[in-house]
């Protein structure tokens, strides 16, 4: 049951401030770099697979590991490098092979992977925290 809750708190929190982001930055941020290659709708099914997706892998290498053997600085931190390595994968990646992905735009996103992915691994320790005290 506490990973079950664990886990939805993760997705939710990720899926939230996710939303919050891209509302704010794709018309700032995205689409005068991207601009018609950015879709008008995103692939919804694509989305929610990351979105299912990528909450496990926090629990996996960033919660489980906090409590072990640290706190929640740890989950922060574990999540936060893992946010910095997978977005960085994506955005350099990009920006490789891509004529129009930019150093700023790879930049932001690897920053905003890494504060996004840190907090919703801290948010997810600190209630399995409390569940189980």
């Keep these: 049951m506490n990973l079950v809750f664990t886990y939805l708190t993760i997705a939710i929190t990720f899926v939230g401030l996710d939303m919050i982001w891209l509302r704010t930055m794709v018309e ?3 689409r005068p770099v991207l601009g018609d290659m950015l ?3 995103p692939n919804l ?3 929610a697979v990351f979105y299912m997706a990528y909450p496990a892998g926090l629990i996996w290498f960033a919660v489980l590991p906090a409590q072990q053997d640290g706190g929640a ?3 922060f931190a574990s999540g ?3 946010g910095c390595f997978t977005y960085a ?3 350099l990646t990009n920006q490789a092979t891509l004529r129009s992905w930019s150093t700023g735009l790879s930049v932001a996103d690897i ?8 907090v919703s691994a ?6 399995v925290q409390r569940m189980t005290s």
């Design 45 to 47: 099914a694509a989305a």
């Design 39 to 41: 879709r008008s709708e």
């Design 89 to 91: 994968t994506y955005d």
């Design 28 to 30: 700032r941020l995205y």
């Design 111 to 118: 920053c905003w992977g890494s504060v996004l992915a840190g």
């Design 122 to 127: 801290w948010t997810g320790f600190l209630v």
């Design 80 to 82: 936060a490098l893992l």
């Design 73 to 75: 600085l740890r989950a």
